[in-house]
Structures are given as C-alpha cells and as structure tokens.
C-alpha cells in the first residue's frame, strides 16, 4: 500500500555533530600518523605517509558533510519494511562527497595493504581498477531515483568480490613468501578488511538504495565503519610494519 506524503530527509544537528565528531577523530589521527612518521628515517614512512592521506581526506570529507555540504536532494521512495508500505513522495540528501573522499582513500588502502604483500604492481593496478569501477558505479546508483540504482549496485559488488579474491589468493601466497612480519601483518589487516569492506553495500543498501534508515542512522552506520576502516585499521597496519622492513618488501 502507498501511504501519504512525507518529509524530505536530511540530516539534523546531531547527525551534524556526529559528522564532526569523526571529522575531529580523522585530523587527530593525521596529526598522529605523521608525528609517527618523522620519528623514522626518510625511506621508512611510506606507509606513514599514506595512512595519514586516507584519514586526512576523510578529515575534510567529514567536515564537508558535518556542515550539510557535498549532499544532493534526490527523490526517494520512503520504504517502511515492516509494513510494507512505499510512499512515493519527498527526497533525500544523498552525500556525495562520501564517494569523493572513496574514490581517493580506497586505493590508497589497498595500496597500503597490497604493497605490504610485495604484490607485482600489474596486480595492483587490477584491483585499483576494480576498486574504482565499485565507488562509481555506487555513486551512480545512489544519485539514481529508479530501481536501476540496484544494477549499479550489484555491478558494484562484482568489483568487492575480485578485490577480496585477490587478497585471499594471489596477495595472501606473496605474503606469506616474504616471510613472519609481513604474512602476520597482512592476514591481520586483511581479515579487517575483508570484513568490514562488506558491510558497506549493506549500508548503501539501508541508505542510498532502499531508504530504510534515516539519515541520521546513515550517518552513524557509515561513521563507525569509516573510524575503523580508516584510522584504526591504519594504526594495526602501522604496528605492524614494526618488525616489517622496506628492503624486505622490495621498496
Ligand atoms: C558501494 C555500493 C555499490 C556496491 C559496493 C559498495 C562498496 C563500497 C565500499 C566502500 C569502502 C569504503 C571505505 C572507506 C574508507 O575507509 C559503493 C557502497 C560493493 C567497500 C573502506
């Protein structure tokens, strides 16, 4: 059944705060990452300096969507799963800026990990070429308003799925033939990875997709993951490459 007209979602002052919030937890990382990295030699910082890039653009993405920007009115449909109503009626802000700030920290994550398996650079380009196609194809679905956005979404998944099939085969074997720090390190920040890169869709799916969940809930949702996607798994990666050399890796 159709139920009537309903408000236009966005998100309100604590969906705001919270966006903030972790805009504040990304700059302090940054601020850590590199202060960490100036107490390496010149040659050792590498993956200091590319794991304070991905929380540095997600500092400015955050404060982007803290203050209501990079966002876009789209006309949604308001499903309410449970009764199975659909009212067809009013928008939602779909933020942009998200797949902005992916398009640029998702290869840069995978870079972080795959070089940490001394992967053949023609490999990463793969998979960096994968990951790209995912964050557009999601970005198109979300700024679609008819249920073509799920044949976005699924072409989306088919990247997930060759990205994480590197990781489990061809990355995992170079890995472990470097040797204990970098197969221990890459298994640790893998499995996060691989977990955590699936709850995404699942996200989108409640938010941009089916609009399940408020944009509120979307924000919480998205933030938590990003916290620990970005700044937390960072600092495993980084602990890790303690007993992990440059020379080890072929860098
Ligand atoms: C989308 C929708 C289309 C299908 C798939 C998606 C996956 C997105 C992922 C994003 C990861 C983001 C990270 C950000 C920063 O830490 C685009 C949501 C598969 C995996 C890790």
């Not at 700024?143 to 976005?152: A, N």
């Not at 989108?204 to 924000?219: F, K, R, T």
């Amino acid at each position: 059944s159709v139920i009537g007209q309903r408000a236009n979602l966005e998100i309100t002052t604590h969906g705001s705060d919270w966006y903030f919030t972790v805009c504040a937890i990304m700059g302090f990382s940054t601020l850590a990452f590199m202060g960490m990295a100036m107490t390496k030699p010149q040659g050792h910082r590498i993956f200091h300096y590319l794991t304070a890039a991905i929380t540095a653009t997600a500092c400015i993405s955050y404060f982007c969507m803290g203050s209501n920007l990079g966002q876009v009115p789209i006309q949604a449909e308001f499903v309410r799963p449970f009764r199975r109503q659909v009212a067809s009626a009013g928008t939602r802000e779909i933020f942009y800026v998200r797949y902005i700030d992916w398009f640029i920290t998702t290869p840069l994550l995978l870079t972080d990990l795959l070089l940490t398996a001394g992967i053949p650079w023609p490999t990463l380009i793969a998979v960096i070429f994968a990951d790209i196609a995912m964050i557009v194809t999601g970005l198109v679905g979300a700024l679609t308003q008819t249920r073509y956005k799920w044949g976005f979404w699924t072409f989306g998944m088919f990247g997930l799925f060759y990205i994480i099939y590197e990781l489990v085969g061809p990355a995992r074997r170079h890995a472990s033939a470097l040797g204990e720090g970098p197969s221990k390190t890459f298994l640790m920040c893998g499995v996060l990875l691989s977990f955590l890169w699936f709850l995404y869709p699942i996200a989108w799916g409640l938010s941009e997709g089916g609009n399940v969940i408020h944009p509120d809930s979307e924000a919480v949702f998205y933030g938590i993951l990003d916290v620990i996607a970005k700044p937390v798994w960072g600092a495993l990666l980084l602990w890790g490459h303690r007993n992990i050399t440059p020379q080890q890796l072929g860098l």
